[in-house]
Nanobody
Framework: QVHLVESGGGLVQAGGSLRLSCAAS????????MGWFRQAPGKEREFVAA????????NYADSVKGRFIISRDYAKNTVDLQMNSLKPEDTAVYYC?????????????????WGQGTQVTVSS
């Protein structure tokens, strides 16, 4: 089991940037996927980005390609999400997730462990 704690959320104006961090503890293997998902009020949880812990594979949702960057830091055991050119529609609670992910990395049900979430609010 992997314990995940997100940080870095907050309020930012449209066009601004935020960096989210997910601190991971427990048994993390190189073949694990680490993902970021988000959920806005009244909407389903949606995929944002994912990275294999080995760094060999990175995926992004079309809505964030070119604006968000996912990365992992072995020394700190963290997975970060750099969010640039933020838009009001990026407003959501952002969750970090981890798992073996035998199926599609963009499906929430394929992840085993989740953080508590961090709020990101983008004002227009």
């Amino acid at each position: 089991q992997v314990h995940l704690v997100e940080s870095g959320g907050g309020l930012v104006q449209a066009g601004g940037s935020l960096r989210l961090s997910c601190a991971a503890s427990g048994s993390i293997f190189s073949y694990y996927h680490m993902g970021w998902f988000r959920q806005a009020p009244g909407k389903e949880r949606e995929f944002v980005a994912a990275i294999k812990w080995s760094g060999a594979r990175i995926n992004y949702a079309d809505s964030v390609k070119g604006r968000f960057i996912i990365s992992r830091d072995y020394a700190k055991n963290t997975v970060d999400l750099q969010m640039n050119s933020l838009k009001p529609e990026d407003t959501a609670v952002y969750y970090c997730a981890a798992g073996l992910v035998a199926g599609a990395v963009g499906r929430a049900e394929n992840y085993d462990d989740w953080g508590q979430g961090t709020q990101v609010t983008v004002s227009s």
